[in-house]
Structures are given as structure tokens and as C-alpha cells.
């Protein structure tokens, strides 16, 4: 057990709070926030510490910028390699638009914005630095008092930052008191902000990443049963680390999405032009057998929504999974399979999902990522979304409330199922 906010005195320190506010934001002009749910994520976790006397240094990364930071901008490695590349006629010209392009990034991937939002929901106001580790940043914290909330600039304006570079994490440690981390988000990157500093400061977990632990990680070590897994997404190979850890602990594995075509195959089937990974045919062929050894459950499409080409509006009929013609795909989940899942989910105690079971960009094609939702939100069990299509389909649908865990992270959730360690929840301290 890591310990979290609650169990730590809070009165009077300074708290570096890493939160995840890499919110999208209005591609025309950059600055308008589209969707806020992080940062409402991330208000019970800092109301806490501000109703306990804290002062709070929140940071955060926001998209993938420029290694910059406003008058030090300057071309990366592999962007001077670019340069240097060119006629040396035409390396000015391209140096001075790689810079340009530089100080925009400043600019779009700027957290002032989500500063101004957060000063709206908190009812008071947000000290937004102009750097991370410049005299902005250090004069502002060393001058915030118990109450007050700033944000540090984008983490990433600096290379530094994914580097996990010591010096920059002591930096970042040496504006607080305490460190927090509610972004599991990024709790499976060892970088300064989520690991390096820890080294510095007594280390502790806020509310976010405390759910996390409880759902996913009860789930994973005492789940009460029956224990259901339901995996979909395009590949086999990107969820095979999942499925091997899942097949020791789960009694029954569905399998939807792409990637049940390089499955179907590997039971003979036919399946036209649907996505197919060959080199992960004899694999697929041992986790079944895997699967059976161990008396676990094995739930593959029965039927299929298959298409003539690959857009909504294709000409489309539903087959046998394992009887698809050439010159089709697998495009979904069919009506038989829909509610063989929805019955297995019923019958389930604790249900963990990760992956959409067909095209769910495609409103024509997401009828079976529709139905699991669905059948999750009605069924009477301890439910978990794991991130991406998943959560967004049971949000946009109106069940989040009725599902008991939606994950906050789509690549560190993906790794918790797989029972790796992650950095960011390894290097806080245990109960």
C-alpha cells in the first residue's frame, strides 16, 4: 500500500502536485479547452490540500512540444542534422522556420490556459509562472503562501523532462516540501516529474491515482469472481502482455475488435480482407491452448458485421466469424456475439474492459462496443474501463456514472494489466 495525501500533514508545506492537464485544446486558435475532464479530475485532490493549509505547485506536461523554452530556443539534434543536410544557401532560411515553428509550440503547448480554467473552478486565483525552473517559476513559489495555487509552465518545454534528468527533478523538488502525483496518466514513464523527483522530497499519492490502485490493482489480486476480462483494439500484439497476464488470474478472457480475426484464423477460419496478423498466428494458437489448460473461458465472435470497404457507409451484412468472404472485413462485433458478451458480463462479479469491440469511430460499426457498454452499465458487479474508445464510449453514452472505475490512463492502465511495475506509483512511499 503507497501512502496518499491523508496520510501526511499538509499545514503550512509547499506541495509539488503532479497533475495530468494535457487537456486537447481548439486547434484554430490554441487556446480554448475542449474537453476538461482531467483537470476536474484533479480538483478533489487539490481542494484537499488547500482546506489543509497547503500551498500548491502544480505541474504538468501538455502534448508533445518543442524541447524549448522561450528565449533559449534552439534546435534539437536532429533538427540540426536537418539543417546541415541542406545546401548552405538554404540553411539560414531553414534554420530561422524551424525556430519559428519553435516559439509557436510555446505558445500552443502553453498551460495558461488551463491556469485561467482552473482559477474559474476554484473560485480564486491561479499564479501562472512563465517558466519551469526559471526566476519566474523560483520567485513565484518562493513567495506563495498557504492557500495558493500556481502552475509551472509546460514540464516538456525541456528535454530534461523525459530524460528524467536528476538535476532538473532536484530543481522542481527544491520549490516544495512534499510531493503528490495524481497523474496516472503518465505513472508508467519514468520521468522527472513522476519518479526523479521523489528522490528529493517525502513522496505520496492524491486521490486519482489512489482510485487507480484500489479498483485495477484489487482487481488484479483479489477480484471477486466470477472474474471477467474483455480485451478488444486492433492487434494481437499490442495486447499480448495483457492477455498473458490476464489468463492466470481471470475465469473467463472475450476477445473482441481486430484483433479476433488473427484468432479466428488461428482456428481455421476464414477472414477475407479483415485486419489479420500472420506472424501472430502459432501465438494466438498457445494462448488458446494456454487458456484451456487453465479452465478459463475463451469467448471469440461468433458472428460478424462485415464491410465492403473500410468507411461508415460501406455496404455491410452480418457472417459467420470464421466465414468471411474475400474482398470483405470484419468491421464489428454481430447481434449473436453482442449478446453472448452481454450474458458473460451478467453472470461476472468483476468485469475489467480495454478496447473497443469493432470500428467505434464509425457510427455504423458501433453497435458492439455500444453493447458491451451497455451490458456493463446494468450488470450488478465491480466494473473497469480501462481508457481510450472504452471510456470514451460509456461517457458518451451517459453510463460513466453507473461504471464503477474509469481509468484515467490508456498506456498505464494498459500496463498495470499487464502487472509491470510503474515508475510513478513505485517511487512513492509505502503505508
Known amino acids: 500500500m503507497k501512502k496518499t495525501i491523508e496520510d501526511v500533514n499538509v499545514q503550512g508545506k509547499k506541495v509539488l502536485v503532479r497533475v495530468d492537464f494535457n487537456v486537447p485544446m481548439d486547434k484554430e486558435t490554441g487556446t480554448r479547452i475542449t474537453d476538461e475532464n482531467r483537470i476536474l479530475g484533479a480538483l478533489p485532490t487539490i481542494k484537499y490540500l488547500l482546506s489543509h493549509g497547503a500551498a500548491l505547485i502544480l505541474?504538468?506536461?501538455m502534448g508533445k512540444p518543442h524541447n524549448v523554452f522561450n528565449d533559449k530556443i534552439k534546435l534539437n539534434k536532429k533538427e540540426k542534422a536537418k539543417v546541415e543536410a541542406l545546401p548552405a544557401e538554404e540553411q539560414a532560411a531553414a534554420t530561422a522556420e524551424l525556430l519559428e515553428k519553435a516559439k509557436k509550440d510555446v505558445k500552443k503547448f502553453?498551460?495558461?490556459?488551463?491556469?485561467?480554467?482552473?482559477?474559474?473552478?476554484?473560485?480564486?486565483?491561479?499564479?501562472?509562472?512563465?517558466?519551469?525552473?526559471?526566476p519566474d517559476a523560483k520567485a513565484k513559489a518562493a513567495a506563495l503562501q498557504p492557500g495558493q495555487v500556481m502552475v509551472l509552465e509546460n514540464l516538456r518545454f525541456h528535454a530534461e523532462e523525459e530524460k528524467n534528468d536528476p538535476e532538473y527533478a532536484k530543481a522542481l523538488a527544491s520549490y516544495a516540501d512534499l510531493y503528490v502525483n495524481d497523474a496516472f496518466g503518465t505513472a508508467h514513464r519514468a520521468h522527472a516529474s513522476t519518479a526523479g523527483v521523489a528522490d528529493y522530497?517525502?513522496?505520496?499519492?492524491?486521490?486519482?491515482?489512489?482510485?487507480?490502485?484500489?479498483?485495477?490493482?484489487?482487481a488484479l489480486?483479489?477480484?471477486?469472481?466470477?472474474?471477467?476480462?474483455?480485451?478488444?483494439?486492433a492487434k494481437v500484439s499490442s495486447k499480448i502482455g495483457v492477455i498473458t497476464n490476464l489468463i492466470d488470474k481471470v475465469d473467463a478472457l472475450v476477445i473482441g475488435g481486430g484483433m479476433a480475426y488473427t484468432f479466428a484464423k488461428a482456428m481455421g477460419g476464414e477472414v477475407g480482407d479483415s485486419l489479420l496478423e500472420e506472424d501472430k498466428i502459432e501465438l494466438s494458437k498457445e494462448i488458446m491452448e494456454k487458456a484451456k489448460a487453465k479452465g478459463v473461458k475463451f469467448l471469440l465472435p461468433i458472428d460478424t458485421v462485415i464491410a465492403d470497404d473500410f468507411s461508415n457507409d460501406a455496404h455491410s451484412q452480418v457472417v459467420p466469424t470464421g466465414a468471411i468472404p474475400a474482398g470483405w472485413q470484419g468491421m464489428d462485433i454481430g447481434p449473436e456475439t453482442q449478446k453472448?458478451?452481454?450474458?458473460?458480463?451478467?453472470?461476472?462479479?468483476?468485469v475489467v474492459w480495454n478496447g473497443p469491440m469493432g470500428v467505434f469511430e464509425f457510427p455504423n460499426f458501433a453497435k458492439g462496443t455500444i453493447a458491451v457498454a451497455e451490458a456493463l452499465a446494468e450488470a450488478d458487479c465491480i466494473s473497469i474501463v480501462g481508457g481510450g474508445d472504452s471510456a470514451a464510449a460509456v461517457t458518451q453514452l451517459g453510463f460513466a456514472d453507473k461504471i464503477s472505475h474509469i481509468s484515467t490512463g490508456g498506456g498505464a492502465s494498459l500496463e498495470f494489466l499487464e502487472g509491470k511495475t510503474l515508475p510513478g506509483v513505485a517511487a512513492l512511499n509505502d503505508k
Not at 482552473?118 to 501562472?128: A, N, R, T
Not at 453472448?340 to 468483476?350: H, P, Q, Y
Request: glycine share 12%; with cysteine; charged share 20%.
Open 110 to 134: 502553453s498551460l495558461a490556459p488551463v491556469a485561467k480554467r482552473l482559477s474559474e473552478l476554484l473560485g480564486q486565483e491561479v499564479i501562472m509562472a512563465q517558466d519551469v525552473i526559471g
Open 221 to 233: 489480486e483479489n477480484p471477486q469472481r466470477p472474474f471477467v476480462a474483455i480485451l478488444g483494439g
Open 340 to 350: 453472448l458478451f452481454a450474458e458473460t458480463i451478467k453472470g461476472a462479479k468483476t
Open 59 to 61: 505541474c504538468s506536461h
Open 201 to 218: 522530497l517525502p513522496a505520496v499519492s492524491g486521490y486519482l491515482i489512489e482510485k487507480e490502485l484500489k479498483f485495477m490493482g484489487g
